[in-house]
């Protein structure tokens, strides 16, 4: 039976939730492992698992959608924050990325006419639970041709 490793093709059930909140997805999704579109800590809990297998638990927060300590971070004006904003090290705002996206602004350092914000997923502090069921795993490399076929080709 084929298990859950680097390049294979991957089909679950899922359920992503955050702990104590709402649920992000419920469906079935189909991924390469380990081609960085599934949460890493995702991939990492059911590394090894087999089609029929079943596994629940909580991803870190730093696992799940980016450690914020290692997000970009941005000085920006002191001005661009409410003026009732109550600035120190650790606090967020919810603010849109210039693409217009949700992001969470964390304040690393606030001066008086500056602040250095760590800019990261609306998520980025969240443990996330999951459930999952492996439905399949295949491994996605064609067989190699038979000799007489490459012979074939070659005439």
């Excluded at 980025?124 to 491994?139: R, W």
């Amino acid at each position: 039976m084929v298990k859950i490793e680097k390049g294979r093709r991957v089909r679950l059930k899922v359920r992503l939730q955050v702990v104590g909140g709402d649920v992000l997805e419920q469906s079935v999704v189909e991924y390469f492992h380990g081609a960085g579109t599934m949460l890493a800590g995702l991939e990492k809990a059911i590394e090894g698992l087999s089609p029929g297998d079943k596994k629940d638990g909580v991803i870190p927060a730093s696992d799940a959608f980016g450690n914020p300590d290692a997000q970009p971070r941005k000085t920006v004006s002191r001005s661009e924050f409410p003026a009732e904003a109550k600035l120190v090290k650790g606090t967020e705002f919810q603010a849109k990325a210039e693409q217009g996206q949700d992001v969470l602004l964390l304040v690393d350092a606030v001066r008086d006419k500056e602040v250095d914000v760590r800019i990261v997923h609306p998520l980025a502090t969240k443990d996330i639970s999951y459930e999952v069921e492996v439905m399949a795993v295949t491994d996605p490399t064609p067989p190699p041709l038979p000799a007489s076929a490459v012979a074939e080709a070659d005439e």
